[in-house]
Every structure is written in structure tokens, then in C-alpha cells.
């Protein structure tokens, strides 16, 4: 046995060790560090809810939802679980039960909604310069048709030029049996308009879940359009539809008694409270809700800022106000918002109100020149500007300091999607919705366990049978292999799902093939006459470009799928994959350790394979 | 243990011409079914599931005791045909209940509405009524003055009790009616014909009739895709004589596979499309592994001629490529027979594909490149590093 073998040997060893690290918690069965927190989180939220149930009613539906949630806890993992990496396997929606949704925003109308505001604008500007038109928006289209009537036509295209450069002339066309300047927008400002009614889509969306308390949603965007919503555990598909469907909540609210309620104030209390209530570091608005009863006015209660953590996937709460329950003014009163720029190139949110808004803004900023307004969208504080005069047109300007201005536009950008929320709900449509209940899950869970043991008896007896003692070897790199495809899918935090079982067990079938291909060289090999030692060499060495060669065209396909793939069937692609790569490893590496450990440590003459 | 004695020698190559026309037949007539039946109705046109046809899908499991015609009776009361329910699973228990849109019934309902509407209050006071026939299961009235949604929502219960009416968010003096859908309305009706407890709805799948369309597409594409990758690397790897006859094997197997699927009444869905992708991948696994026999073979015996060595090649290789079956088959078998109802017509798919893949490898890839000689010669490989080289240094 050389230093070579025994590299490849503790390699392998090791690697098979790390394995079944990865495994333990899967096998366990436990509930990850954050799963708990979330269960506890959704604890607490239900409490509250019960809490402050205000009848009868009410507070039985509480208490059933509350029992329903602490008869399912979550497995705790024993002490010595923590030594193992916590990455699970987790199941996917098929087999879990839940709901998978895929929405079209319709990006389209968010630019003829534009398109119409714009028609609007182009009238004013050459208003202002003394010329008189029309302008609408063309049917069906984004296209901007402007009637001059009697005025300068190189003037008009002038000034609509120099003061809303965000249009390309299409030319003069006669619409309705009238002359008309034709305009588009231009592409950049075009996708810009799109890319911000999708980010306002998802926005909306996952505002609603966090407040539903769905365990572990997830949300995506997926092309220029999509959005793919996730909801394990649901098996309501209309509510679910409600859920998404709806608008999210945009209010304008006073912060309450500034004087008195200093920002170190309120964050001060917001301290002392979850250190007295012993909340630790992740505590829900629930739970932070009871932790600060009674320490606040009843007219007021504490919001916070958030920031959405991209690696934790959370959201991660900044700074609290302390803001007047009172509603000051909602969403439907905005009409627009939009980033502008000053005269110093500082990037600011431009909104216009509705006549009606228009008229409450101005009352209240002139009653509350100085103070600050929270704008707070599905209860979560977006931004509290203050303000510096009274604003009578129905036109505000929102700046946002003057700091790093790459920052400062972005969050110009996201005020703007939050403003928009309540303003402009670009129409969702459900694409696709795919609900699985829990006994179909569970149903296909057994199934997969069942088939699975009855594939691996029959490949494994087989190989056995066929090749002896060859096949036994075999058969260790095939167990081998499971348990690495296993903990790669661990590792990785794959999804298994019903056609991803389907995966193993196919790979099952075909991981044999590379043993199968190197077994019946080695025979023909034997068949020559040539020497057992020389018959495996010579067997290995010509067999294994031809299982480079198969296995890479086999990945390929695999590959085809995932890219075109979704949801079930991704799972599929990606255990076919991954049990590509294993197999291959196991069936080179890991039988040809065994084979050559036979022959020079031990010195075998003859060989069990079958013949 | 052997099945197949080293030294065996069939003669594959000299059947070719059979297998030839055997195969030309079975891919004609598979051509047919899935093109023909695509335009014009037959028994055995190619079925479409949900998620490439559109609409609703609802996996629901009975009681004991409860028949498809209690079934069929329930579901005729919201105006579903006896067609849309179908068994599906070995249970006898569970029921497919499929309807081909997604807001099944809306438009009546709207319809319904919106005369009610004009009835209750008058002509005059509404603007317009609005909604897409095609996808809709929200509709907006727009009113000259402001509705109560509430009063509307009374109304309208007596039309059907779970209809709900609110403000819009949009529009000034607009309500939203909202229809009940599909789900709802065959849970409401089952529970009305079997009794609540009688049954359990399973899983809903809801897709829109662009998606389907959409998807259809796509998945086309990507065996097409496929296909294409596997011929460059195919190509690349071995010899452009060699590509022709792998993809022409492929698409013969999923051909086949498709055509046999519509001959048995299955339906297509994306699992499907990741049955044939597989298939794909497996076929290929088995030619490769002749192709690369082939190319050792050619340098082996430089002077046989390309027929014998083909033929020898897959001689030597049959062990191989009816082991490998085999085991896969095997595996396929368990899937199918214990892997449960949904994923029953994706296990039937890969065994069709296993077996005919098989065949392809022997009679249809290898014998392509005796075909194609006369257009793509196949240039004999040189391994370069058996010839020795004196260089300077």
C-alpha cells in the first residue's frame, strides 16, 4: 500500500465522516436554530393576539389557533447536536403541504399609468410657455399623442424637449382626424418604471406575509415580470390569493409629543422594556407590543424603521418611533411619487396629492410646521420627514439629507415604491397556484421511503447476485453514494420534493452503471488471460473516460432541466445532478481503493466477479 | 452469474436495414399521433394536464362507501360534466376533478350581477361594469355616486352565500365583487351532495391559459436544447460522424415515448418533460458508452471494415448496456409500483424510455453512422501519445 492509496484512502474516509456530520440533523429530525425562533416567534404573536382579543369571540378563535400551535412543537435537538453543522434537508411544498404561487405583475399598465400622468404634464409645461394643447394617452399602448391645435409645432417640440427630457419623438401623425405630436418614453426611463412596479409588488407582498406570521415563506422575483411566493403549512389557497392580492396599507400619522417623546426617549423605553421582559435579541412586534404595555400613551404606540437584512433573509428593526395612533391621511389621497432632482444634484421624492389629499396636507402641515410626519406603510416606519413650511398645492418635496448621494437615491427610490404602494397598485395576476395539503404530503413521503428501500433491495441484490463479491463492493460505493448525495443536498440546503426522491432512486439504477461498465472490462480482461491485478488496472484505465464521457452528457440534460424547470421538478434536476457527480466519484475512486487494497495489501490471486 | 458469454457475436449490423424500417415506422407513426392529433380531435391526441392546458386541478380523496356517480351528481349541480371527474391512484379513493378555466363559471356570475345591480338601483347609476372574461374572478362596477359595499354584499349573498364585495383602491366610487372560484364552489356542492366529512380535498392546482401555453413552449424548447448541447459535445468528444446518429437515437426515444403516452391515455404535465429530459440523458449514456467501443475498436482494427467493428463494438457492449438496464429498470419498477399516484405517469415515462432507449442505442445510433458514411466519413482516430517524438531542446 503506497502513500497514494493511503491519501486516497483518508480522503475518501474523511469525507465520508464530514457526510454524515452534515446528516445528523436531518436524521434527527430536530428543529434548526431558527426554525425554533420562528415557532416561538409566532407563540408570542398568538398570545398577544389572544391578549388582546376584545370578546368572546374573538378570543376563542385565539385560543383555538394558540392550542393548534403548541400541539404541533418543534422537536428539540439534544445538547451534543450542536457539535454538527444545523443545515438541514428540508422538504419542499409537495411534500410538506403548503402553497406555491407564481404572480405577473402587470408591468405594463405601470407604464401607461405614467404614460397618462405624463400626458398631463406635457399640457402644463406648454402652458406655462404661453402654447395651448391637448394630450392623451394612445389606446393600447404607452404612446403619448399631443394636439397642438393653432400652436408652433417646432416651439411646442422644443420646449417639451428641454424640459421633460424623457421622451422619444415618434413623428406627426393624424389621430381622430387630427394632427398630433407622437411621443414614447424612453427605454431607460421605460424599465425603470417597470423594475419599480415589480420591487413595489414584492414589497406589498412580503409586508403581508410578515404580518400573516407564515413560518418560513419565501418570495422571489423570477424574470422582468415575476414573482414566486412560497407559503409551507397553508392549505387555504383563496386566503392566501386575499393575502397577496390585496394592497398594502399606506398612512401618514404625527409623531406623537415630540417634545416630550425625544427620539433617546423612546428608544430608552424600547431598551429598558425588552430588558425587563427579558426578550433577548429576536423578539416579535407582538411580543414587544405586551413587553411595552401601559409605559405608552393609549393615543400613541412605537413603530419601527426596518432595513432587510439580504444575508439573514430578515428584517432587522433601526430605529423606533414613538407615533400617534391617530391617521392622518392614507394612501388612496397620493396620486404620485416620483425621485427628482434639485438644483444641486441632490436626488429628493417628489408627491402629489389628490385635490382632496391636497387639502388636509396643507391644513396639517400648517398646523405642524417643525414637527414630523411618520410615513407608515403596513405598520412599518418607512421614513419621518418634518415639516418646514405649510404646504398648500398638494405638491411636496420629501429630501433626504445629504449624505453619500449613491445612498441618498436609493432611499429616494424606496420611499417612492412605498408611496406608490398605496397609490398605484399595479393589477397582480395568479399565474399559477399549486396547494398541497398534508395528507398528500405525508402520503407522498411514505411512498418515497417505500419505493426507495425496494429500489435499493433490488439493484443491490442484483449486483450481488451477479458479481459476488465484486458486487459487494459495489454495493458499499452505492450506500456510499446515497450518503453523500444526502449530505450535499444537506449541505446546500436543498429541497427535497417528491420528483427529487424520484431522483435518488433513479440514481440508484444508474450509479451502478459505471461499476457495471469497469466490471465487465475487468472480465473481459480476465477472459483474455491477463492477471487479476492487471485485469482491474486495464479495467479502470479504459473504462473511465467512457464513464467521464456518459456521465457528462447525462449532466448536461440535468442541467437543461434545472434552467427550465420549477419548483418539483428543480428538486428532480438538481438530486440528478448531484447523484452524477457522487456516483462518479464513488464508482472511480471509492471501489478502485477497495480493489487495489484486495490486490497489493493483501495480495489477493483470484477475484470474485462472477465468472 | 452471465447473461450475455464473452465472445458473443449477433449480428446487429446485418439487421439493420430491419430495424431501419421498423423504427422509421414507429417514429412516422409517432410523428402523427403527436402532430395530427395536436389539430384534430382523436382518442388518442396528445392530453394535456393543468399545468400545460390551464385551469383547475383538484386532487380530492372519498370516504369509503362514496361512488363516482355521487361524485358526478355533486358536481353537476354547479355545471360540471361527468367527464371532469376521473380515478386516478390504486386506492379506488382518490378522484382528479379538472375544470378547464380558471374562474369557472364567473362570467354567468357576473352577468347575474350586474343585471341585479341595474335591477336594484337603477340604470343610471352605474358607469360600467368590468371584468376579463377570460381570467377574471375579481369585477369592478363603477357607480356615479358612493355604494356601500356592505348593502351590495347583502344583495348580493342571496346569489351565492361566499361573494364578497369592497371599496376600490384605485378608483373613486368603484366596488370590487369578487367571485367565490372554483375551489370553493365544488367544496361547497360535494359538501352539499356527500356530506362535509365524506371527502378531503387532496391538493388544488390553479394555472392561467397563458402560463400553459407558455410552459408548452418551453418545455419544447428545452429538449430541443438539449439536443443540441449534446450533439456539439457528442461532436467535440468523438467525431462529427458520430453526432447524427445520437441525437437522431434521442429523438427516435422521445418520439416513441410521447406517442406511446398518447396511445395509453396519459397526460402531459412538466413532470412529463423531466421524464423525457431523463430519458434523453439515459439514451445518450447508452450510446456513448458504444460510441466510445467504437472509436477504441477503430484504432484496435484499422483495417476491418466500419460495419464489422461496429458490429463487434456492440457485441462487446451488450453485457454492459442489458445490465445497466437492468438495475435502472429495476429501480424505475419500484418507483412505479410503490412511489405512489402523483408521480405514477413520470415512473411509466422513464420506463418506456428505458426500454426503448436501450433498442435505440443498438439499432438506431450506431447503424446511423454506417448510414451516414457516404455523406460523413468517419476519420479513424489517432492516439498521439503512443507515437514516440524527438524533440530539440
Not at chain 1, 436531518?26 to 426554525?35: Q, R
Not at chain 1, 383563496?238 to 428608544?267: H, N, P
Not at chain 1, 464508482?587 to 487494497?597: E, H, K
Request: glycine share 8%; hydrophobic share 45%.
Amino acid at each position: 500500500m503506497d502513500g497514494n492509496w493511503w491519501f486516497k484512502f483518508g480522503s475518501t474516509t474523511i469525507l465520508f465522516l464530514v457526510s454524515l456530520a452534515w446528516l445528523v440533523w436531518t436524521v434527527g429530525g430536530w428543529a434548526s436554530p431558527e426554525e425554533v425562533e420562528l415557532h416561538d416567534a409566532r407563540e408570542a404573536e398568538l398570545v398577544a393576539l389572544l391578549n388582546s382579543a376584545d370578546d368572546e369571540a374573538a378570543k376563542a378563535i385565539a385560543q383555538q389557533t394558540l392550542n393548534d400551535h403548541q400541539s404541533k412543537p418543534v422537536p428539540a435537538a439534544p445538547s451534543w447536536a450542536s457539535y454538527f453543522p444545523s443545515d438541514k434537508i428540508s422538504l419542499g411544498l409537495d411534500l410538506q403541504g403548503g402553497i406555491d404561487l407564481e404572480l405577473q405583475v402587470d408591468i405594463r399598465k405601470a407604464v401607461e399609468a405614467a404614460a397618462d400622468r405624463y400626458s398631463g404634464t406635457i399640457v402644463q409645461v406648454l402652458k406655462d410657455e404661453s402654447l395651448t394643447a391637448t394630450a392623451i394617452r394612445i389606446d393600447t399602448t404607452a404612446d403619448i399623442a399631443v394636439f397642438l391645435g393653432d400652436s408652433d409645432d417646432s416651439k411646442s417640440r422644443a420646449v417639451i424637449l428641454e424640459e421633460i427630457p424623457l421622451f422619444n419623438f415618434l413623428g406627426v401623425q393624424t389621430i381622430n382626424d387630427k394632427r398630433a405630436l407622437v411621443y414614447e418614453f424612453q427605454q431607460d426611463f421605460a424599465d425603470q418604471l417597470r423594475k419599480t412596479a415589480l420591487q413595489q409588488a414584492v414589497e406589498t407582498i412580503r409586508n403581508r406575509i410578515d404580518k400573516f406570521g407564515v413560518t418560513e415563506p419565501v418570495i422571489l422575483t423570477k424574470g422582468a415580470d415575476r414573482i414566486t411566493v412560497q407559503l409551507p403549512g397553508l392549505d387555504d389557497p383563496q386566503r392566501a390569493i386575499d393575502l397577496v392580492g390585496k394592497t398594502a396599507q399606506l398612512e401618514f400619522r404625527m409623531l406623537y409629543e415630540e417634545d416630550a417623546w425625544s427620539d433617546q426617549r423612546v428608544r430608552a423605553l424600547v431598551e429598558t422594556a425588552v430588558e425587563t421582559a427579558g426578550l433577548g435579541e429576536n423578539y416579535t412586534d407582538a411580543q414587544l407590543k405586551l413587553a411595552l404595555a401601559g409605559k405608552v400613551p393609549d393615543e400613541a404606540e412605537v413603530l419601527f424603521k426596518k432595513t432587510f437584512d439580504d444575508l439573514k433573509m430578515k428584517a432587522v428593526r433601526e430605529q423606533p418611533f414613538l407615533v400617534s395612533k391617530k391617521v392622518d391621511l392614507t394612501g388612496e389621497f397620493v396620486d404620485y411619487a416620483q425621485v427628482a432632482v434639485d438644483q444641486f444634484n441632490a436626488p429628493y421624492v417628489r408627491m402629489e396629492l389628490n385635490s382632496d389629499g391636497a387639502r388636509i396636507f396643507s391644513k396639517l402641515s400648517g398646523d405642524n410646521v417643525g414637527k414630523r410626519m411618520a410615513i407608515v406603510l403596513d405598520d412599518n416606519v418607512n421614513s419621518a420627514p418634518s415639516f418646514r413650511e405649510k404646504i398648500p398645492g398638494g405638491v411636496a418635496s420629501i429630501e433626504l439629507g445629504s449624505g453619500d448621494p449613491m445612498a441618498v437615491r436609493r432611499d429616494a427610490e424606496d420611499l417612492v415604491v412605498v408611496l406608490r404602494a398605496g397609490a398605484l397598485p399595479a393589477p397582480i395576476e395568479i399565474l399559477h397556484n399549486r396547494t398541497v395539503g398534508k395528507t398528500l404530503g405525508d402520503d407522498g413521503i411514505r411512498a418515497g421511503k417505500t419505493a426507495t428501500a425496494v429500489a435499493l433491495l433490488l439493484v443491490l441484490g442484483f449486483m450481488l447476485v451477479y458479481y459476488r463479491m465484486s458486487g459487494f463492493i459495489a454495493n458499499l460505493a452505492v450506500t456510499l453514494n446515497i450518503a453523500f448525495i444526502l449530505a450535499m443536498l444537506a449541505g446546500f440546503g436543498a429541497t427535497l420534493t417528491l420528483p427529487g426522491i424520484a431522483g435518488i432512486i433513479l440514481t440508484i439504477g444508474m450509479a451502478v452503471d459505471a461499476n457495471v461498465i469497469i466490471f465487465e472490462r475487468i472480465r473481459e480482461e480476465l477472459f483474455e488471460g491477463k492477471s487479476v491485478r492487471a485485469s482491474i488496472a486495464a479495467g479502470y484505465d479504459k473504462a473511465t473516460w467512457t464513464i467521464l464521457d456518459a456521465n457528462i452528457t447525462t449532466f448536461i440534460t440535468g442541467a437543461v432541466l434545472y434552467s427550465y424547470g420549477s419548483g418539483p421538478i428543480k428538486g428532480f434536476a438538481v438530486t440528478l445532478m448531484v447523484g452524477i457527480i457522487t456516483s462518479v466519484f464513488t464508482a472511480l475512486v471509492v471501489t478502485r481503493l477497495i480493489f487495489d487494497y484486495l490486490t497489493h495489501g493483501r495480495g489477493i490471486r483470484s477475484l470474485s466477479i462472477g465468472v | 452469474m452471465q447473461f450475455i458469454k464473452p465472445g458473443s457475436n449477433y449480428d446487429f449490423v446485418g439487421k439493420r436495414r430491419f430495424a431501419a424500417i421498423g423504427s422509421a415506422i414507429a417514429v412516422t407513426v409517432a410523428f402523427l399521433i403527436a402532430v395530427v392529433g395536436s389539430f384534430v380531435d382523436t382518442p388518442v391526441s396528445p392530453k394535456y394536464g393543468v399545468d400545460f392546458a390551464g385551469g383547475t386541478e383538484i386532487l380530492i380523496k372519498v370516504a369509503d362507501g362514496v361512488t363516482i356517480e355521487q361524485l358526478r351528481a355533486g358536481l353537476g349541480e354547479v355545471g360540471l360534466s361527468d367527464d371532469s371527474v376521473q380515478r386516478f391512484g390504486g386506492s379506488g379513493l382518490e378522484y382528479k376533478v379538472r375544470v378547464e378555466s380558471v374562474n369557472y363559471g364567473a362570467n354567468e356570475f357576473f352577468e347575474t350581477v350586474e343585471s341585479t345591480l341595474k335591477a336594484d338601483y337603477g340604470e343610471d347609476t352605474w358607469v360600467r361594469f368590468e371584468w376579463d372574461p377570460e381570467q377574471s374572478i375579481k369585477m369592478s362596477a363603477k357607480a356615479t355616486r358612493t355604494i356601500s359595499p356592505a348593502e351590495v354584499q347583502g344583495k348580493l349573498t342571496a346569489l351565492n352565500p361566499d361573494v364578497t364585495v369592497e371599496e376600490s383602491k384605485v378608483e373613486h366610487n368603484a366596488l370590487i365583487v369578487s367571485f367565490p372560484g372554483v375551489t370553493d364552489a365544488v367544496k361547497g356542492t360535494l359538501s352539499g351532495a356527500l356530506g362535509a366529512n365524506q371527502f378531503e380535498v387532496l391538493s388544488v392546482e390553479m394555472v392561467g391559459p397563458s402560463v400553459g401555453a407558455e410552459l408548452r413552449r418551453q418545455g419544447l424548447l428545452s429538449i430541443v436544447f438539449a439536443l443540441a448541447l449534446i450533439l456539439v459535445y457528442v461532436a467535440f468528444r468523438f467525431d462529427l460522424s458520430f453526432a447524427p446518429g445520437a441525437v437522431a437515437a434521442l429523438g427516435h426515444d422521445v418520439a416513441i415515448t410521447i406517442a406511446v403516452f398518447c396511445l395509453l391515455g396519459r397526460e402531459f404535465t412538466l413532470p412529463t418533460i423531466g421524464a423525457l429530459l431523463t430519458i434523453v440523458g439515459y439514451s445518450l449514456n447508452d450510446t456513448i458508452v458504444v460510441y466510445d467501443r467504437i472509436r477504441e475498436n477503430l484504432i484496435r482494427y484499422p483495417r476491418r471494415d466500419l460495419g464489422d467493428v461496429v458490429n463487434v463494438s456492440l457485441n462487446e457492449t451488450l453485457s454492459r448496456t442489458v445490465l445497466t438496464s437492468i438495475t435502472t429498470l429495476g429501480a424505475v419498477g419500484a418507483l412505479m409500483a410503490f412511489g405512489g399516484p402523483i408521480i405514477a405517469d413520470f415512473s411509466l415515462a422513464l420506463a418506456i424510455g428505458v426500454l426503448v432507449g436501450t433498442y435505440s442505442s443498438i439499432f438506431v445510433a450506431s447503424p446511423m453512422i454506417l448510414f451516414l458514411q457516404k455523406w460523413l466519413p468517419v476519420e479513424v482516430p489517432v492516439l498521439d501519445e503512443e507515437e514516440p517524438e524527438l524533440r530539440a531542446r
